[in-house]
């Protein structure tokens, strides 16, 4: 059975600020290591055996998936890096503490930019910019412009090509892939292979630290409902 498998990344030094990271690039806490390698351990208890490993280049992503895979001692398991995984460009509230972005913005245009499929934060000033606390990833942002923020509607069609491309092809060769990205990445992505129509409203998440499993057919299609491992003793 082939399975493909959604993975947030760990605890970051921007989620131990609760802090909004979007493109940042913050690397993982020791939390965030231990969380990684708590994962590993679910998936070596489940008989989950992944065959390739797909990441955004952010540190924080590659980090967790580094993790994951020295705890299982598959060091060398195929890599996939794709800028379409890195995490979403959240504008004004990049770098922000998400209790303070609340008091700045408001309660009802934070739930507006950060949930509604067509809600984007405004782009961030210049002087925003130069006082953040992290740099971006320098090597993919040709690829993503920084800083001016982005729907969760334009992510999911970054991630589209990704997932009728590259993602889905493993797949559908009967590879199991384990995806770590960014939670609202992943939020777009099943969004993306769910088909939901544009205008649905978002209830899908990750759980940060919680691996997401979906089996698939031989087209590489996912078959719904999406199951955490922590929930079932098998797929």
């Given at each position: 059975?082939?399975v493909l498998i959604l993975?947030?990344?760990?605890?970051s030094h921007a989620d131990?600020?609760?802090?909004?990271?979007?493109?940042?690039?913050?690397?993982?806490?020791?939390?965030?290591?231990?969380?990684?390698?708590?994962?590993?351990?679910?998936?070596?208890?489940?008989?989950?055996?992944?065959?390739?490993?797909?990441?955004?280049?952010?540190?924080?992503?590659?980090?967790?998936?580094?993790?994951?895979?020295?705890?299982?001692?598959?060091?060398?398991?195929?890599?996939?890096?794709?800028?379409?995984?890195?995490?979403?460009?959240?504008?004004?509230?990049?770098?922000?503490?998400?209790?303070?972005?609340?008091?700045?913005?408001?309660?009802?245009?934070?739930?507006?930019?950060?949930?509604?499929?067509?809600?984007?934060?405004?782009?961030?000033?210049?002087?925003?910019?130069?006082?953040?606390?992290?740099?971006?990833?320098?090597?993919?942002?040709?690829?993503?412009?920084?800083?001016?923020?982005?729907?969760?509607?334009?992510?999911?069609?970054?991630?589209?090509?990704?997932?009728?491309?590259?993602?889905?092809?493993?797949?559908?060769?009967?590879?199991?892939?384990?995806?770590?990205?960014?939670?609202?990445?992943?939020?777009?992505?099943?969004?993306?292979?769910?088909?939901?129509?544009?205008?649905?409203?978002?209830?899908?998440?990750?759980?940060?630290?919680?691996?997401?499993?979906?089996?698939?057919?031989?087209?590489?299609?996912?078959?719904?409902?999406?199951?955490?491992?922590?929930?079932?003793?098998?797929?």
């Amino acid at each position: 059975m082939t399975v493909l498998i959604l993975l947030r990344n760990g605890q970051s030094h921007a989620d131990a600020r609760q802090a909004y990271a979007g493109l940042l690039d913050p690397e993982l806490t020791p939390t965030g290591v231990a969380e990684a390698q708590t994962v590993a351990d679910l998936l070596a208890s489940r008989g989950v055996h992944l065959d390739v490993v797909m990441t955004s280049p952010q540190a924080r992503a590659v980090q967790t998936a580094d993790a994951v895979l020295a705890r299982l001692d598959q060091a060398e398991l195929p890599r996939v890096t794709s800028w379409r995984l890195a995490a979403r460009d959240l504008g004004c509230l990049t770098g922000v503490a998400k209790p303070r972005a609340i008091d700045l913005f408001g309660a009802e245009s934070m739930s507006e930019w950060r949930f509604s499929p067509g809600g984007k934060p405004p782009a961030a000033s210049p002087e925003r910019i130069r006082a953040l606390p992290w740099r971006p990833a320098a090597d993919f942002l040709q690829s993503l412009p920084f800083g001016e923020g982005e729907s969760l509607r334009e992510v999911e069609d970054r991630l589209r090509p990704f997932w009728e491309g590259a993602l889905r092809t493993e797949l559908a060769a009967g590879r199991t892939v384990l995806v770590v990205a960014h939670t609202d990445s992943l939020r777009a992505l099943r969004r993306v292979i769910e088909s939901c129509g544009p205008d649905e409203v978002d209830t899908l998440r990750v759980v940060p630290g919680q691996p997401l499993a979906y089996r698939t057919d031989t087209s590489g299609s996912v078959v719904p409902p999406a199951l955490y491992l922590e929930n079932h003793a098998s797929l």
